[in-house]
Nanobody, 125 residues
Framework: QVQLVESGGGLVQAGGSLRLSCAAT????????MGWFRQAPGKEREFVAV????????YYADSVKGRFTISRDNAKNTVYLQMTSLQPEDTAVYYC??????????????????WGKGTLVTISS
């Protein structure tokens, strides 16, 4: 089992930046894919970014491409989401997601096996 705990959410003004962290416990995540999803009020949860682990490939939703960067520190069993040029439409609960090797469509679609409880990001205009 893998437990994921997000941190780093908060309230920032439009144009600002935040860095989210997701610490994993229970097993080493070096070979796991790690990703982020978000859910805005009244909307369905949506894919944000994923780092595949094997091959160290990264993929982003079009809405965040060029503004968000996913990275990981396997020594710390932690994945990060650096968010810049934040806009009110980025307001959401951000969830960390992890799993073993699986199709990219799963990583970017319904998500992988393990989920954190989320951290709230609020962007004021």
């Amino acid at each position: 089992q893998v437990q994921l705990v997000e941190s780093g959410g908060g309230l920032v003004q439009a144009g600002g930046s935040l860095r989210l962290s997701c610490a994993a416990t229970g097993r080493t995540i070096s070979t796991y894919a790690m990703g982020w999803f978000r859910q805005a009020p009244g909307k369905e949860r949506e894919f944000v970014a994923v780092h595949t682990g094997r091959g160290s490939l990264t993929y982003y939703a079009d809405s965040v491409k060029g503004r968000f960067t996913i990275s990981r520190d396997n020594a710390k069993n932690t994945v990060y989401l650096q968010m810049t040029s934040l806009q009110p439409e980025d307001t959401a609960v951000y969830y960390c997601n992890a799993g073993g090797p699986q199709p990219l469509s799963t990583m970017m679609g319904r998500g992988m096996d393990y989920w954190g409880k989320g951290t709230l990001v609020t962007i004021s205009s």
